[in-house]
């Protein structure tokens, strides 16, 4: 009934949703496992993969390197020099962190290119993401700043003794993960409906074309937001590090 | 033909989700505004240029988010349709 108007257009192959594949009880749940899973578990396999035979290949690390040696350390030396630029003194705290999610988010999101639907797509994965890295700011806060440090923090226009501002910061505290993940889930998203779209409306005409559209949609702004997602990460947790003298 | 109330409520949807991705304005401009200026500066200092394409890269994608909240409007709108 819904789908009235777009299946008598034609286009009953639009698919860009998330499928359960089946369903289990737990403590009287349904627990669903869907394609979102499947996808990530495809995603880990490959990295965990890749970095056995990379532990394998570095342990016997030759003077000369060869193709496969160089790659991994052009992938580890990229990855420090990204996190060094933005966090300074504080970058070997974090660096393993942001190394590990940097290549996760980036392999979810250019896993689109291999047919798979991305699972950063989905927003139980993006918030996770974004959980995480509100946990560490505050963790970090907690280790590194004096509570009166964070409570002049909180009240920041205004003197510590008048919390007027106190419910804005932290409302503006909470929004950090909310809009994190938002961000990552939403591009992600529109890049896999416009495709979705692509080939279901025009399933006729798109033969060699969409490539392009692959390339932008997956690759280039996939990298951009895995980009956008590790600096705001160390962004925020630099700042909650670095105690104000 | 006759027109239901869920007919009704399911036009509407549709129109909101078009009006909701008005504000992919709002960002359009920040977006382009933010490119102009690091365009310039580039063409003042052109050594910092990485430095200033990561900065641009990142005010940018800040300036996008609520872009994608229109979006995300009205993809529910359309897709999970909350007021049906």
């Given amino acids: 009934m819904n789908n009235a108007i777009l299946l008598s257009s034609g286009a009953d192959d639009i698919d860009f949703m998330i499928h359960g594949l089946f ?37 016997r690390a030759a003077e000369v390197p060869d193709t496969f040696q160089n790659i991994t350390e052009l992938i580890v030396e990229k990855l420090d020099g990204i996190v060094v630029g933005v966090m300074g003194k504080n970058a070997s705290k974090l660096v393993n962190y942001i190394s590990t999610i940097f290549i996760f988010i980036l392999m979810s999101n250019i896993s689109g290119l291999f047919g798979l639907r991305p699972p950063t797509a989905d927003y139980g994965t993006t918030l996770a993401l974004g959980l995480i890295t509100f946990f560490l700011i505050h963790i970090n806060q907690f280790r590194y700043q004096k509570p ?36 990552l889930f939403a591009n992600v998203l529109s890049g896999t409906v416009m495709i979705a779209l692509v080939y279901g409306l025009l399933s006729k005409i798109a033969v060699i074309w969409p490539a392009a559209l692959h390339v932008y949609f997956d690759l280039f702004s996939g990298a951009i937001q895995t980009y956008v997602f590790c600096m705001l990460t160390m962004t925020y947790v630099n700042q909650a590090m670095d105690a104000e003298e | 033909m006759g027109i239901t109330g869920e007919d009704l409520i399911l036009a509407c949807s549709a129109i909101g989700a078009g009006l909701a991705v008005i504000a992919g304005i709002g960002p359009g401009i920040g977006q382009g505004i933010a490119a102009g200026h690091a365009a310039a500066a580039v063409g003042r200092n052109p050594g910092a240029r990485g430095e200033i394409m990561s900065t641009m890269l990142l005010g940018q994608a800040v300036a996008e988010t609520t872009g994608l909240y229109g979006l995300l409007v009205a993809m529910l709108l359309l897709f999970v349709k909350p007021l049906v």
């Fill in chain 1, 23 to 59: 369903s289990y009880e737990l403590f009287g749940h349904t627990v669903w496992i869907t394609t979102s899973h499947v996808c990530i578990l495809i995603v880990m396999l490959t990295l965990i993969v890749f970095a056995f035979i990379a532990n394998r290949k570095l342990k």
């Fill in chain 1, 148 to 183: 009166k440090q964070i409570w002049r923090d909180m009240c920041s226009p205004l003197p510590p003794w008048l919390p007027i501002w106190f419910p804005i910061n932290l409302i503006s505290e909470i929004a950090v993960p909310i809009s994190l993940s938002l961000r």
